[in-house]
T-cell receptor, first 109, second 114 residues
Framework: GQNIDQPTEMTATEGAIVQINCTYQ??????LFWYQQHAGEAPTFLSYNVLDGLEEKGRFSSFLSRSKGYSYLLLKELQMKDSASYLCAVLDSNYQLIWGAGTKLIIKP | SQTIHQWPATLVQPVGSPLSLECTVEGTSNPNLYWYRQAAGRGLQLLFY??????ISSEVPQNLSASRPQDRQFILSSKKLLLSDSGFYLC?????????????FGEGSRLTVL
């Protein structure tokens, strides 16, 4: 079966750095997404990786290793507004998105 | 620019009552349209997707149905709601499933079935 694993919850301190991991087993691979979802709101797009390596976008970076079935989202200089759930999703061989359950990130002052 | 809007934002319905959630997209033509459900602590579950008017694919068996009467309109319905239908429903659109596949979500509709 297809599976996306990510930690349920993480806590970090304002100003610090946090890394949210995502491992996947899917039938084929056509890219991996990270979305941010604030409580009670819709997810918003953060990043897309289809090739191995690190993609940097401001305070957020996303890394992909296709051979390991692994990705992480790196958040730097954490701000209180970064408190949210972070969803990992993989586009499989049928171009269907397989979603992880999300990682709830709690930022403490 | 493209926008997506879904309504109502919140609704409380008794078991056995009907449901209609509506979603419209502006600023793009022939989008792929999706209905997702998100239960607490679980990943997004794809319910229906549509690649064109009148073309609906269902991903899971359930008492829900979807319709696409117009290019940029997607409706989620039920004739008789169950308790298990409670959840956060999200409409989304994308341009091409095979491109980046980025999804743009509506604001969400929180349904509570009592």
């Amino acid at each position: 079966g297809q599976n996306i694993d990510q930690p349920t919850e993480m806590t970090a301190t304002e100003g610090a750095i946090v890394q949210i991991n995502c491992t996947y087993q899917t039938s084929g691979f056509n890219g991996l997404f990270w979305y941010q979802q604030h409580a009670g709101e819709a997810p918003t797009f953060l990043s897309y990786n289809v090739l191995d390596g690190l993609e940097e976008k401001g305070r957020f970076s996303s890394f992909l290793s296709r051979s390991k079935g692994y990705s992480y989202l790196l958040l730097k200089e954490l701000q209180m507004k970064d408190s949210a759930s972070y969803l990992c999703a993989v586009l499989d061989s049928n171009y269907q998105l397989i979603w992880g359950a999300g990682t709830k990130l709690i930022i403490k002052p | 620019s493209q926008t997506i809007h879904q309504w109502p934002a919140t609704l409380v319905q008794p078991v056995g009552s009907p449901l209609s959630l509506e979603c419209t997209v502006e600023g793009t033509s022939n989008p792929n349209l999706y209905w997702y459900r998100q239960a607490a602590g679980r990943g997004l579950q794809l319910l229906f997707y549509s690649v064109g008017i009148g073309q609906i694919s269902s991903e899971v068996p359930q008492n829900l149905s979807a319709s696409r009467p117009q290019d940029r309109q997607f409706i989620l319905s039920s004739k008789k709601l169950l308790l298990s239908d409670s959840g956060f429903y999200l409409c989304a659109w994308s341009v091409l499933a095979g491109d980046t596949g980025e999804l743009f979500f509506g604001e969400g509709s929180r349904l509570t079935v009592l």
